[in-house]
């Protein structure tokens, strides 16, 4: 059973489109991430979220916005994609925020045209 | 700023040598924790270490950490072909969660 899925796997998109990644887990934790890893493997934490706060990584363009309809699924919308939001979003999930180990999904591959 | 700083950035060695990978990193942390890349895939978590604690031991890996030195060390023993990777340190400063640079270790068979 796969404890962190996310869909798509790979998104190939125009400039200026607006997509969503979904992410769901099965692990019946509390927490949730999304990260953004760059092409020199860099990893930068974008949101953490669970039913009582979202912490937002103040870097993260207003463009992104993260969406839970519940406890098991966090969805990352991004609107009016640029080329520099080409990249790998990982979602991961944990039972506290940060303190414990995290759990990644397979992560999408984001390739703006 | 990067929070983490991993060295080296990229290890070759033979199977059945030890790698060892540092990590320093900038602010006081609770916890810091050593994650592994397979690539194209996921991260996996390996190991944690709270920053009361000095060394940690999971099957052939040991981590070290001296908060004094605001700095951790990977250590994997006996290593196979199956330990190539990247693996990136992770601090929680309480508040934020930072990973490192990583280290690309290629196990040579």
């Known amino acids: 059973d796969t404890a962190v899925s996310q869909t798509p796997k790979y998104l190939v998109t125009q400039m200026g489109n607006d997509k969503s990644i979904k992410c769901e887990q099965n692990l019946g934790h509390d927490t949730m991430y999304w990260y953004k890893q760059d092409s020199k493997k860099f990893l930068k934490i974008m949101f953490s979220y669970n039913n009582k706060e979202l912490i937002i990584n103040e870097t993260v363009p207003n463009r992104f916005s993260p969406k839970s309809p519940d406890k098991a699924h966090l969805n990352l919308h991004i609107n009016s994609l640029e080329l520099g939001d080409s990249a790998v979003y990982f979602c991961?999930?944990?039972?506290?925020?940060?303190?414990?180990?995290?759990?990644f999904g397979p992560g999408t591959r984001l390739l703006v045209l | 700023s990067q929070q983490g700083e991993e060295d080296p950035q990229a290890l070759s060695i033979q199977e059945g040598e030890n790698a060892t990978m540092n990590c320093s990193y900038k602010?006081?942390?609770?916890?810091l924790q050593w994650y592994r890349q397979n690539s194209g895939r996921g991260l996996v978590h390996l190991i944690l270490?709270?920053?009361?604690?000095r060394e940690k031991h999971s099957g052939r890996l040991r981590v070290t950490l001296d908060t004094s030195k605001k700095s951790s060390s990977l250590l994997i023993t006996a290593s196979r072909a199956a330990d190539t990777a990247s693996y990136f340190c992770?601090?929680?400063?309480?508040?934020?969660?930072?990973f490192g640079t990583g280290t690309s270790l290629t196990v040579i068979p």
């Open positions: 992770a601090t929680d400063t309480g508040n934020q969660f930072y």
């Open positions: 270490i709270r920053s009361n604690e």
């Open positions: 991961a999930s944990s039972p506290g925020t940060f303190r414990g180990a995290q759990y």
């Open positions: 602010t006081s942390i609770n916890n």
